[in-house]
C-alpha cells in the first residue's frame, strides 16, 4: 500500500542552522509529494510539492527534492529562523477509484531557539 | 483569496451528546475531505465527497456521518461523543476535475477543535 515515513522529532535547532526533515515513502503509481507545516494553534498549510520525480519543490527558503531512485522528499533550509518552529507533515497524493486521496506521515516537530 | 471555512472553531461537549462541524470548500472545489487530528497526532482521513456523492471513507467511526450539500458545503455529525473523539477535525478542499494524476492540492481550513468532557 501507500505510506509515509517521516524522521521522528523534536527536531531541535538554533537559529541559522541547517535543516533537514527525511521523508521517505512507499507508493505504487506515481504518487505526488507534499510538505505541510502547521504552526501552533493552527491548521495546516501546504508549504511546497513535487509532482514528478526529479522535481523540486521550493517555498520560503525551504526546498524538497522527489527521488524516485531512493522513495524520498527530504526537507531542507539552509538557514532556519525562529519562526520555522512548527509541525511539518510529508503527505503523499495518489488516485484511488478514480480521487485523489492524500495520506500523512506522523509529523516533525522543529524547535528553534534564538 | 477565499480560504476554506471551517465552524464553529471550539466546540465543548459532554459524553453521549452530538455535535455537528461545518466546512464551506473555496469557491468553484467540488471536493471535500474530512480529517481527524488527535492530540500530538497526524491527521487521519475519515471521509470525502466529490460533486456531494461520498467518493472515498477511512477510519470514520459509525458514531459519525457526513454529507455534501448543493451549495458544496458539508457537515460532519458525531454521534453519542467518547472521550477520545477530543480531537482537532480539519476539513480540506479541492478540485478533483484540475487534475487526473493526483497532483491537485488540499487546502485545509483551521480547523474545528472538539473537546469531549
Known amino acids: 500500500g501507500n505510506s509515509v515515513t517521516q524522521m521522528e522529532g523534536p527536531v531541535t535547532l538554533s537559529e541559522e542552522a541547517f535543516l533537514t526533515i527525511n521523508c521517505t515513502y512507499t507508493?505504487?503509481?506515481?504518487?505526488?509529494l507534499f510538505w505541510y507545516v502547521q504552526y501552533p494553534g493552527e491548521g495546516l498549510q501546504l508549504l511546497l510539492k513535487?509532482?514528478?520525480?526529479?522535481d523540486k519543490g521550493s517555498n520560503k527558503g525551504f526546498e524538497a527534492t522527489y527521488r524516485k531512485e531512493t522513495t524520498s522528499f527530504h526537507l531542507e533550509k539552509g538557514s532556519v529562523q525562529v519562526s520555522d518552529s512548527a509541525v511539518y507533515f510529508c503527505?503523499?497524493?495518489?488516485?484511488?477509484?478514480?480521487?485523489?486521496?492524500?495520506?500523512f506521515g506522523a509529523g516533525t516537530r522543529l524547535a528553534v531557539h534564538p | 483569496a477565499a480560504g476554506v471555512i471551517q465552524s464553529p472553531r471550539h466546540l465543548i461537549k459532554e459524553k453521549r451528546e452530538t455535535a455537528t462541524l461545518k466546512c464551506y470548500p473555496i469557491?468553484?472545489?467540488?471536493?471535500v475531505y474530512w480529517y481527524q487530528q488527535g492530540p500530538g497526532q497526524d491527521p487521519q482521513f475519515l471521509i470525502s465527497?466529490?460533486?456531494?456523492?461520498?467518493?472515498d471513507k477511512g477510519s470514520i467511526p459509525d458514531r459519525f456521518s457526513a454529507q455534501q450539500f448543493s451549495d458544496y458545503h458539508s457537515e460532519l455529525n458525531m454521534s453519542s461523543l467518547e472521550l477520545g473523539d477530543s480531537a482537532l477535525y480539519f476539513c480540506?478542499?479541492?478540485?478533483?476535475?484540475?487534475?487526473?494524476?493526483?497532483?491537485?492540492?488540499?487546502?485545509f481550513g483551521a480547523g474545528s477543535r472538539l473537546t469531549v468532557l
Open positions: 480540506a478542499s479541492s478540485s478533483n476535475r484540475a487534475s487526473s494524476s493526483g497532483a491537485n492540492v488540499l487546502t
Open positions: 507508493a505504487t503509481g506515481y504518487p505526488s
Open positions: 513535487a509532482t514528478k520525480a526529479d
Open positions: 503527505a503523499l497524493s495518489f488516485v484511488s477509484g478514480g480521487y485523489n486521496k492524500l495520506i
Open positions: 469557491p468553484r472545489h467540488d471536493t
Open positions: 465527497f466529490y460533486e456531494k456523492m461520498q467518493s
